[in-house]
């Protein structure tokens, strides 16, 4: 889709698509852009169809395709793209089109349900028809809301008048909690009372019936007909039906609360309110405490096409399914789908959690490339960083680790601010891991100047001298040490008041907690720096330039950078606020 003569439209139409085209390709999450774009690719020509050249034909199947690349879970796109190629080359590939969508939604009952119908149209060999309808099945058969594909399919055998096939079918679904369990059961009942003995319940069960019936008999002192046995192991049959049938309907009952509060279950690329969250939490932990895994698993399914762009919920899935016996493809496959389709890469974490669990399962290559991964399009990812360097320390040793920093610190792709906390992570891995606290110093100390400006740097290093162990003798030397980083951060870096106070307060409960005679001069010098007037603070001086040793401040933006706090994401996992309002932002 290079230049306007490859559209297959007018030169307008073919203008307009460029244009489109060059908008989403500069923002691929923007939903708004791609449907401006899909509409302008289903109208070229006057409207596509059988006849219209192959460009247009291109560049339809190019941007739906791109399109659900992108978001494969739209199930109502995937219909349409499959109409319009059954009204362009035929049923075959409008079935190729099904295929994929039903392979990328597999838990969509709407688009199972139109294939299947679109199957019942377009085939005349029933056993294809019934095998389609049996894959659905297995897909969708257990959701609450799967009375629109039990209907197609009960549809379908009317149709080919299977009267035993009916009646199997009503068979299993009076089992499952549904939306609309009570008609199945009844439809099914008004079918039992026709059926044969043989085909109602199992031999094994027919016989134990008939032997409860005749014991009856005994003990009463009665002498039976076949006739009225049979009408008293019909009694006994239809009662565990409806035994059953009270059961789903129990089952049903349980879950009709969580249903009734889903809102929008289809997915969008919009956020969902918190009190949805909050609803399908609620509902995991019921499903999960009823134990059955198929259940559970379909729930999961469902939350995870509603909530597909919030990472929280692949993490937990990802967990759940951990923790059930012999599912390690499984979670690699929640893992891949939220890697590779969902979560965006802005998010890390869940990407992270995957390279983890291939490093525990051996995979070390792949956890590497995964690192790697998201280091090409976030470079300055120091959560990143720092995890591919812990995952060579703890794969083929420090050097390793270091190698990771070192090349991250030459990379010219690499801010300041992220060379700074690879510098702090080198001298940490020197002073914990090789447990050299002279080289984690001289780390330290050789790059003072060119980190000057992060917070981060300041913070560690200060951080590293206070830590460190001394005694009666060695103190006066070990406050001399945090002192000189102190005194350099407050005199080379640019960073505001704030933080600036902030490693203050640090310093002088240093001071008094730890320091010897005359550690209050110094104390009351920090203090008036800090946070004295205007007009006897060094620290507030800087706001208006250099003055007294005192180097001015950053501007705001480069500030946000240089001040900026790094987290690991699990760091930030917090129990949900089950009670918070308004939408729940994907971040």
């Given at each position: ?11 307008e ?11 989403v ?5 923007n ?29 339809l ?13 739209l ?14 080359a035929?049923?075959?590939s409008?079935?190729?089109?099904y ?5 990328s ?6 688009l199972?349900t ?18 389609l309808?049996?894959?659905a099945?297995?897909h ?15 549809e ?10 009916i ?48 014991g ?20 006994k049959i ?20 969580y249903?009734?509060e ?8 919009t ?7 909050a609803?399908?939490r609620?509902y995991?932990?019921?499903e ?51 890697a ?113 400006d992060?917070?981060?740097f ?5 951080d ?5 162990p ?77 003055e ?14 240089a001040e ?24």
């Amino acid at each position: 889709m290079g230049d306007f003569n490859n559209y297959g439209g007018t030169d307008e139409e073919n203008s307009e698509i460029a244009r489109l085209t060059a908008d989403v390709e500069a923002d691929t999450d923007n939903f708004e852009n791609w449907e401006k774009l899909i509409r302008a690719c289903e109208s070229l020509d006057g409207g596509l169809n059988r006849n219209s050249s192959p460009q247009a034909l291109a560049t339809l199947r190019n941007s739906y395709d791109r399109f659900l690349l992108k978001f494969p879970l739209l199930f109502g796109y995937w219909k349409k793209y499959a109409d319009l190629e059954f009204n362009i080359a035929g049923p075959e590939s409008a079935e190729i089109v099904y295929e994929r969508g039903c392979a990328s939604i597999t838990n969509s009952v709407d688009l199972w349900t139109e294939y299947c119908s679109f199957k019942m149209e377009t085939t005349h060999i029933p056993h294809l028809v019934r095998e389609l309808f049996e894959r659905a099945a297995t897909h969708i058969g257990l959701d609450f809301l799967s009375h629109p594909f039990w209907d197609k399919y009960l549809e379908y055998e009317t149709r080919q008048e299977a009267h035993d096939k009916i009646f199997d079918i009503l068979k299993r679904v009076i089992h499952i909690p549904m939306h609309q369990y009570a008609r199945y059961y009844e439809r099914f009942r008004q079918l039992a009372h026709t059926q044969p003995l043989e085909e109602l319940v199992s031999a094994e069960e027919l016989a134990r019936y008939r032997a409860e019936v005749e014991g009856e008999a005994v003990h009463l002192g009665l002498q039976k007909t076949e006739l009225e046995v049979e009408r008293d192991i019909r009694g006994k049959i239809d009662q565990f039906f409806y035994l059953t049938f009270q059961n789903t309907q129990t089952e049903t009952t349980k879950r009709w609360t969580y249903e009734a509060e889903i809102k929008r279950p289809y997915f969008h690329v919009t956020e969902l309110d918190h009190s949805q969250l909050a609803n399908w939490r609620k509902y995991l932990d019921f499903e999960e405490a009823e134990g059955d895994y198929n259940r559970i698993v379909v729930l999961y399914e469902r939350c995870m096409v509603t909530c597909a762009l919030y990472d929280e919920m692949w993490f937990r899935y990802a967990r759940w399914m951990a923790g059930q016996e012999g599912k390690g493809e499984e979670v690699r496959n929640i893992y891949l789908r939220a890697a590779t389709l969902f979560v965006p890469i802005s998010r890390p974490g869940i990407r992270l959690q995957f390279a983890y669990f291939e490093e525990v399962n051996d995979r070390v290559d792949r956890a590497r490339a995964i690192h790697e991964a998201v280091l090409d399009i976030l470079p300055d990812s120091v959560e990143t960083i720092v995890s591919w360097a812990n995952l060579e320390r703890r794969q083929a040793g420090l050097d390793a680790a270091i190698e990771v920093l070192r090349a991250q610190i030459a990379s010219p792709t690499v801010s300041i601010y992220t060379k700074a906390a690879c510098v702090t992570e080198w001298a940490t891995l020197l002073w914990k891991v090789k447990g050299s606290v002279d080289e984690a110093r001289a780390a330290f100390s050789k790059d003072a100047d060119a980190y000057a400006d992060s917070r981060h740097f300041w913070q560690q290093w200060f951080d590293f001298e206070l830590q460190q162990p001394t005694n009666s003798e060695m103190e006066t030397k070990h406050l001399e040490l945090v002192k000189r980083v102190f005194t350099q951060m407050c005199t080379k870096s640019r960073l505001s008041l704030g933080i600036k106070q902030e490693l203050g307060r640090i310093y002088m409960n240093y001071l008094q907690n730890r320091g010897g005679k005359e550690a209050m001069k110094d104390f009351l010098d920090v203090d008036r720096q800090m946070f004295g007037p205007r007009s006897v603070s060094l620290a507030a001086k800087a706001k208006d330039g250099k003055e007294n040793g005192v180097v001015p401040e950053l501007d705001p933006t480069s500030r946000l950078k240089a001040e900026g706090r790094f987290y690991n994401y699990y760091e930030l996992h917090a129990d949900p606020d089950e009670n918070a309002q308004g939408l729940a932002d994907f971040n």
